[in-house]
């Protein structure tokens, strides 16, 4: 009774100062694994462990606004170690205010992991990505994939990462490949793909033949006469010819595995008069011939290069002050003339911290383009969309606009956010959330196999 009593007295006192308070506490539930590091969650055998995902540093902590709590800083979130059974959660912070913070259900138990979303909200704050998801595609499936000081075994070819910006160094291996080490910068402007294609142990192939004048070819590449040995080869299967005199002896195939050092004796009854195979043909190599060359109506009627068409454009900012940016570079203040080759451009207003809704110009042709920009307003959100399910289709309000994991920016903060994820083979998982204005929503959702 008495332990109510000061947790309604608490309340009240922490109610006004709350009222003005831009903290809040969002997405809570209990953890067991981590997707981004494939391993289980510590626990604490005494206390309760919450993970709170933010940005933002300099909080304190209380437990049913009474008990500090020691909080530990980490890359992109605070994690507390809570007495079991933890009530309320004061939360504290210089600029923002204060929240106290009623943990959902039983509150936090001991030997139990919890992880929740902290939001903060400040008039005039611009939000800027700190980190972006990077994506590898592993060829082979099952490789060992190291990024900085994380270890990840790459399922299905594919592992996700969600990175800070700036390079980052990976290497990777498989039983039968070649190790391959390299970096990667990572960016705020979009996710990045990162193809990986291990190159497998190299193959030899040895031909004998019995007559010594002979000439041997594998794959159309002579290696010698009587007895040879290839060079290095990739598993698979080789064509091996054996001519003489202008006479074609021996036309076969020859397959060989993964570092395999094949030799091949060829008798005298190998070795008899024969027309050649007939030559595969790739498929794709027309159509990748006649993809490769893009042209344009008007720069060849012209006899103009393509990348030479520009247009005359137009660009005014609401005043002197707002500044305005193209591709995300500042291009200058109040108005802007000059000419842009053909392509799509991104423009956008920024003012105080704030930075508007970005517009998509698309110069298809050379005549004029006249561009009015809004004020910037503080009204835009971002979701940071991942899920245990890598290549998962994002559906935000029925639009495809997606694949997992991905971050969606410019989000109106006044319009709830329906998302929907579907892939073959496992059941669709949906949550509908609203963006937080100038800041960051942390989206994560499980799918589950159909079996």
């Given amino acids: 009774m008495q332990r109510r009593l000061l947790v309604i007295l608490l309340i009240a006192v922490i109610a006004l100062p709350c009222a003005a308070q831009k903290i809040s506490i969002g997405q809570f539930k209990r953890v067991k694994f981590d997707l981004a590091t494939r391993k289980f969650l510590p626990v604490d055998k005494k206390m309760a462990t919450l993970d709170l995902k933010t940005d933002e540093k300099g909080f304190t902590f209380k437990a049913d606004g009474k ?175 054996v001519t003489q005199n202008e006479t074609c002896y021996v036309d076969t195939v020859v397959n060989l595995g993964i570092g395999e050092k094949r030799v091949l004796t060829l008798q005298s009854s190998d070795m008899w008069v024969r027309p050649l195979m007939a030559r595969a043909v790739t498929p794709g190599v027309l159509k990748e011939a006649a993809d490769s060359t893009v042209t344009d109506s008007t720069a060849m009627a012209a006899n103009v290069p393509l990348d030479s068409l520009k247009a005359q454009v137009t660009i005014t900012a609401p005043d002197e002050e707002t500044q305005i940016w193209l591709n995300r570079e500042p291009l200058a203040y109040g108005k802007w003339e000059g000419k842009l080759a053909l392509g799509f451009y991104i423009v956008s207003t920024l003012k105080e911290g704030l930075e508007s809704k970005p517009i998509f110009l698309y110069v298809d042709d050379t005549l004029p383009k006249v561009l009015d920009m809004s004020l910037p307003k503080a009204s835009y959100g971002v979701l940071n969309i991942h899920s245990n399910v890598v290549g998962a289709t994002i559906i935000l309000n029925q639009v495809e606009v997606g694949i997992t994991p991905c971050i969606l920016e410019n989000l109106p903060a006044t319009v709830a956010c329906r998302i929907v994820l579907k892939k073959e083979g496992y059941h669709d998982a949906k949550l509908t959330v609203m963006p937080v204005p100038n800041d960051m929503l942390d989206v994560e959702l499980n799918m589950k196999p159909d079996n």
């Fill in 67 to 241: 008990t500090p709590i020691a909080a530990q800083e980490g890359d992109g979130q605070i994690t507390l170690l809570a007495p079991h059974k933890t009530a309320y959660l004061l939360v504290e912070h210089p600029d923002y205010g204060q929240l106290m913070w009623k943990v959902p259900g039983k509150g936090l138990r001991k030997k139990k992991h919890y992880r929740a979303i902290m939001q903060t909200d400040k008039p005039g704050k611009e939000y800027k990505l700190s980190k972006q998801w990077v994506v590898f595609q592993v060829i082979p499936e099952n490789a060992i994939l190291q990024v900085d000081s994380t270890v990840a075994l790459v399922r299905n070819g594919l592992a996700q990462f969600h990175l800070p910006l700036g390079k980052h160094g990976y290497h990777v291996e498989a039983p039968f490949y070649e190790e391959l080490s390299d970096t990667v910068e990572v960016v705020d402007s979009a996710k990045i793909v990162v193809p990986v294609v291990l190159q497998s142990v190299y193959s030899y192939l040895t031909v004998k033949l019995p007559v010594l004048e002979g000439h041997i070819y594998v794959d159309g590449q002579p290696i010698g006469k009587g007895e040879a040995t290839s060079g290095r080869l990739q598993p698979g299967d080789h064509q091996v010819l």
